[in-house]
């Protein structure tokens, strides 16, 4: 006889361009996370630090949830044992440096007593990736391509913390002699994978506004350069880490031809090397994200269930 026991979740995906907010209902069949829904979400801008804090203490001061999950963009402190836990560190968005994530939010919901657990926005989506639809994996990665480029691990089932978290966005790739001059956006590298293909990137590329991208046709062979250079993510996926599946996500992936490049450039590089059954066909191997623009709170609601620090109060 299967026990279901259902809760509300607060979840917070907080991404660079925005920032979500919401309520999810978990339910739990005999001890396991059986499903989420999303029962309320809001989205707003993430412009600076206080309006942000602000908008969130705002959305969960009346309402009532059993613990928090937050889905960050990063860099970010992961280690429990390290004083700045959950503090932002050498972010692209210089406003966002050095913030106390956990702490903001918890001195606008000063009145409430709850657990928190963050981890990046990535490893998060791979979490309720695993979780809730590719349980039979030990492996899996999820790729998100917007204002950034983000790369979260999923390896014996755990999502991957070590020297600090997965930043797969700032690899080197090899470059097209097309991009010869380009020298890329990333402040940090130039032109590594996200300096090359983000949405700032292609905006550059194209001297236009992010928004304006909208508007460009499938045939544009920009899409072939920048599927390119994500193949080669994927080949290091495949190959470094032995992935069982790549999960694709972030809005620069909504774009088909880019996903198609990607897939095929991959089958190339690989040139028949690796004789495993996930990757006999690449349309299993590489595919799209299961909740769409629930993905990220969905994820941050999920975080919660890969802690064993289950204290009813986490810092």
Known sequence: MNNAVSGIYAAVEFGGTSTRVALVQK??????????VVLNKVQFPTTTP?????????????KEFQAMGIASFGPIVLNKSDARYGCMTTTPKL????????????????????????????NACAAAEHIL???????????SVGTGVGVGLLVDGKPVHGLGHPEGGHIL???LPIDEKFTGVCIFHGNCLE?????????KRKNCS????????????????????????????????????????GGVFQRKPIVDSVKAHLVKMLNGYLDYPCLKDIESFIVPATFGSDEGVIGAATILDFQSDKRKLSR
């Open 27 to 36: 339910t739990y069949v005999n001890n396991h996370l059986d499903s989420a």
């Open 50 to 62: 206080k309006e942000v804090f602000d908008t969130i203490g705002a959305y969960f001061k009346d």
């Open 95 to 122: 406003l966002f440096q050095n913030v106390d994530v956990i702490g903001e939010i918890r001195s606008r919901l000063q009145e409430k007593e709850f657990q928190i657990e963050i981890d990046t926005d990535t």
């Open 133 to 143: 639809r590719y349980k039979d994996l030990r492996s899996l990665a999820y790729i």
């Open 173 to 175: 790739v090899r470059t």
């Open 195 to 203: 300096g090359l293909v983000s949405n700032v990137s292609i905006a």
């Open 210 to 249: 992010v928004h304006d991208l909208a508007f460009f046709p499938d045939d544009d062979p920009l899409w072939n350069v920048i599927g390119f250079y994500l193949s080669q993510l994927c080949l290091d996926l495949a190959l470094f880490l032995g992935v069982e599946k790549i999960i694709l996500g």
